[in-house]
């Protein structure tokens, strides 16, 4: 093999293998001499990869973990079972599973070619997991467009749906996606609306890039400012959006015992709400912080699945007593037949879901 370029990704992928090779063995693979091999390695180790060879008769090379992490050669099945992963795990808001996969596979769809999409797409639609989160479902197409829009500072188009049902069309510089564990949300600046906006993604429609560029402006957080590039810092996107969900959502102070061990406790609850403390008697206590709503704030409580008792704060204290009357009259069969105007009755009057502010 004379070509330089192409014998160097050729023993580059037989490197990627977990085994290491006999330096005999790649020349014949390679069809050229074991001097010729040795410089290659040589260029691959110039290049960032961590070739290392062994000694003796029979020495061989493999590639080793190194201080950074150099281009992958991937073949098609590689490819394809990469980004069906990824696109498993970006499709659904997963705790731990933030923006930087999102990332990798903007990059990775970016240069895969067409027929490796194609397979892509075809697992990806004849496939549906089995999840458990509260999250909504996302298309990983949606997710993949705003993030390359994000970091290639192109502008975006979508149709976007409030929490009220109304549809509207937007023209954005988007600047960051950051993820909550429950939902994936765009923090960009609305053209239109001369400010800038928060989107919960799986409201988002349609979304392309126009190709215009634009250069990032300042984020208005407060108490943190922007890259010195002008860049996207992440915690300062992260910051931002928990600030308009507080001034959206009022916070909740909760105070809540459980009569079960800390560890269980803890494995039953997300992360978000911090870990119970034991209380030497058996039970724990959860104090902590949220903006999550009161309805999931509840379920999440009784989905602990043992005894538990709320201190605080009082409107969850009240929420909890309605919820307790309405189950109580479901669960008995002579109270099943209620009149239609009853049926529907909430406990509390009703809020929309926080989603785009303003």
Known sequence: ??????RLLKLLSLLQTPREWPGGELAERLDVSPRTIRRDIDRLRDLGYPVEASRGSVGGYRLVAGAAMPPL??????????????????G??????????????????????????????????????????????????????LASAATGRERLRFAYRSGDGTLTKRQVEPYRLVSTGQRWYLVA??????????FRVDRVGEPYATGARFTPRPLPVEGAGSDADGGTGSGDAATFLARSMRRMQPELRLDVW??????????????HLGAPEPDGEGGCRLRASCTDSLEWVALRLALVDCEFSVQG??????????LGVRLTRAARPADRHRRPGDRHRPTRPE????????
């Open 351 to 358: 809020q929309g879901e926080r989603g785009e502010q303003g």
């Open 1 to 6: 093999m004379s070509d330089t370029p192409a």
């Open 189 to 198: 600046y609305d053209i239109g609306r001369e400010d800038w906006r928060t």
């Open 73 to 90: 050669l991937l073949d098609d099945e590689e490819a394809v079972a990469i980004a069906v992963g990824l696109r498993a795990g970006a």
């Open 258 to 271: 459980f009569g079960g061990p800390a560890e269980f406790v803890a494995a039953r609850l997300p992360a």
């Open 313 to 322: 704060p009082p409107q969850l204290v009240a929420y909890l007593e309605g």
């Open 92 to 145: 659904h808001a997963i705790e731990g599973v933030d923006e930087a996969s999102v990332r990798a596979l903007a990059k990775l769809e970016q240069v895969l070619p067409s027929r490796l999409r194609h397979r892509v797409s075809v697992l990806q639609n004849a496939t549906v997991p089995l999840t458990r989160g509260d999250g909504s479902t996302i298309d990983p197409r949606t997710l993949t467009t």
